[in-house]
C-alpha cells in the first residue's frame, strides 16, 4: 500500500500500532485472507493521537494537541519496509522523492517509522518484489484549499504537475509487473469529507457501521 495518512491508518491527528492495524489496506487484506505486515508503531504513538474530548487540546500521553514532538519508537520486530509504506500528508510527488531525510513539514520522525533511511515510497515499494499495489494519492494535493490550511502562497497542486508525478508512480507499478488499485477521490470536491461535529457523525453510526468504522458513545455531545 502506498499512500497517504487515508492508508497509513492515521486516526484524530496521530498514529500508533491500534490505530495502523484499522487501515483499510490491512483490513481488506484479512477479508482476502492475505498476509498484510505493517510499520507498527507503539504507544503513545508519532504523535499520539487527540484525546476525547477534543476541546481538552491533549494527546492520549497528555502532550499539548498542537505542537507535540512525541514519536514513539516502532514495536518491537518490526523490520522496513513493510507491505504498508503509505505516510501521512504525502503527496505524488513526495511519494517519489520524500526519504525519512529529505521529508518535509516536520514529518522526519513518522517517515522514518515507515521507511528506511534513504527509501522513497515508490523504491520501498519495489524493494519488495509486489504482486499487488494498492495507490492512493491526490487528498494532500487538493485538502489545503478545501480546509484553508494553507502554506505559503500555495492552495493546491495544479493538476498537470500532479498528473506528471502521478504518472510516474504508475509507470513505476507497471515496471513490477504488480496487479494495482487506483484509489481516487470524489470528482465534486463540495461534498469532499472534512471537518464534522460529534453530534454529526452520531447521527450517522448505523451508515459509519456499514464501512467497518465505529462511532464511540462519547462522540454523541462532545
Given at each position: 500500500?502506498?499512500?497517504?495518512?487515508?492508508s497509513?491508518?492515521?486516526a484524530?491527528?496521530?498514529?500508533?500500532?491500534?490505530?495502523?492495524?484499522?487501515?483499510?489496506?490491512?483490513?481488506?487484506?484479512?477479508?482476502?485472507?492475505?498476509?498484510?505486515?505493517?510499520?507498527?508503531?507503539?504507544?503513545?504513538?508519532?504523535?499520539?493521537?487527540?484525546?476525547?474530548?477534543?476541546?481538552?487540546?491533549?494527546?492520549?500521553?497528555?502532550?499539548?494537541?498542537?505542537?507535540s514532538?512525541?514519536?514513539?519508537?516502532?514495536?518491537?520486530?518490526?523490520?522496513?519496509?513493510?507491505?504498508?509504506?503509505?505516510?501521512?500528508?504525502?503527496?505524488?510527488?513526495?511519494?517519489?522523492?520524500?526519504?525519512?531525510?529529505?521529508?518535509?513539514?516536520?514529518?522526519?520522525?513518522?517517515?522514518?517509522?515507515?521507511?528506511?533511511?534513504?527509501?522513497?515510497?515508490?523504491?520501498?515499494?519495489k524493494?519488495?518484489?509486489?504482486?499487488?499495489?494498492?495507490?492512493?494519492?491526490?487528498?494532500?494535493?487538493?485538502?489545503?484549499?478545501?480546509?484553508?490550511?494553507?502554506?505559503?502562497?500555495?492552495?493546491?497542486?495544479?493538476?498537470?504537475?500532479?498528473?506528471?508525478?502521478?504518472?510516474?508512480?504508475?509507470?513505476?507499478?507497471?515496471?513490477?509487473?504488480?496487479?494495482?488499485?487506483?484509489?481516487?477521490?470524489?470528482?465534486?470536491?463540495?461534498?469532499?469529507?472534512?471537518?464534522?461535529t460529534?453530534?454529526e457523525?452520531?447521527?450517522?453510526?448505523?451508515?459509519?457501521?456499514?464501512?467497518?468504522?465505529?462511532?464511540?458513545?462519547?462522540?454523541?455531545?462532545?
Amino acid at each position: 500500500a502506498i499512500g497517504t495518512s487515508v492508508s497509513m491508518g492515521w486516526a484524530s491527528d496521530g498514529v500508533n500500532v491500534n490505530s495502523q492495524n484499522n487501515a483499510w489496506p490491512k483490513q481488506l487484506a484479512e477479508m482476502a485472507g492475505v498476509g498484510f505486515t505493517i510499520p507498527g508503531i507503539a504507544e503513545p504513538g508519532c504523535p499520539p493521537p487527540a484525546a476525547s474530548p477534543l476541546i481538552s487540546f491533549r494527546r492520549i500521553d497528555g502532550s499539548p494537541a498542537t505542537g507535540s514532538t512525541v514519536c514513539s519508537p516502532n514495536v518491537p520486530g518490526v523490520t522496513l519496509p513493510t507491505n504498508d509504506l503509505a505516510v501521512e500528508n504525502a503527496t505524488a510527488r513526495e511519494a517519489l522523492n520524500a526519504t525519512p531525510e529529505t521529508a518535509t513539514q516536520g514529518r522526519g520522525p513518522v517517515t522514518s517509522r515507515v521507511l528506511p533511511s534513504g527509501m522513497t515510497q515508490i523504491t520501498a515499494m519495489k524493494s519488495l518484489n509486489p504482486t499487488f499495489v494498492s495507490v492512493e494519492f491526490g487528498g494532500n494535493e487538493i485538502l489545503p484549499a478545501q480546509v484553508g490550511l494553507l502554506f505559503p502562497g500555495v492552495t493546491f497542486t495544479p493538476f498537470e504537475t500532479f498528473k506528471a508525478n502521478y504518472d510516474q508512480i504508475i509507470d513505476n507499478v507497471k515496471a513490477t509487473g504488480a496487479a494495482a488499485l487506483l484509489v481516487t477521490l470524489r470528482t465534486d470536491l463540495r461534498n469532499f469529507p472534512t471537518i464534522r461535529t460529534g453530534p454529526e457523525i452520531a447521527a450517522q453510526r448505523a451508515a459509519f457501521a456499514d464501512y467497518n468504522v465505529t462511532v464511540n458513545a462519547n462522540c454523541d455531545a462532545s
